[in-house]
Nanobody, 123 residues
Framework: QVQLVESGGGSVQAGGSLRLSCAAS????????MGWFRQAPEKEREGVAV????????DYSDSVKGRFTISPENAKNTVYLQMNSLKPEDTAMYYC????????????????WGQGTQVTVSS
């Protein structure tokens, strides 16, 4: 059974940093895209960053570009999200997801999901 386990969330003041980790196991060989998504209360889930683990190609939402970095550690089947210069509007539940290929930041493109890790940024 596919498992995606997120960790690293927490509470931080605005301007601070956090690093999220996503440990994947039993992913099908065909999966080459990993992504991070977030969902704030009463808002729709939105894509934050995706990475093609085969080519290294990355894509970010405009709201996090320049502040967040997605990176893989293929040997550990782990994907990280380094979040710097955090803002209160970054507060959300953050989810790791996997897909056969990277097409967009749309959550509907991803079939495997973790349980999420909460990030809270205070002003």
């Amino acid at each position: 059974q596919v498992q995606l386990v997120e960790s690293g969330g927490g509470s931080v003041q605005a301007g601070g940093s956090l690093r999220l980790s996503c440990a994947a196991s039993k992913l099908p060989y065909s999966v080459t895209c990993m992504g991070w998504f977030r969902q704030a209360p009463e808002k729709e889930r939105e894509g934050v960053a995706v990475i093609n683990t085969a080519s290294g190609g990355r894509d970010y939402s405009d709201s996090v570009k320049g502040r967040f970095t997605i990176s893989p550690e293929n040997a550990k089947n782990t994907v990280y999200l380094q979040m710097n210069s955090l803002k209160p509007e970054d507060t959300a539940m953050y989810y790791c997801a996997a897909a056969a290929r990277c097409g967009s930041l749309s959550p509907s493109s991803f079939g495997y999901w973790g349980q999420g890790t909460q990030v809270t940024v205070s002003s």
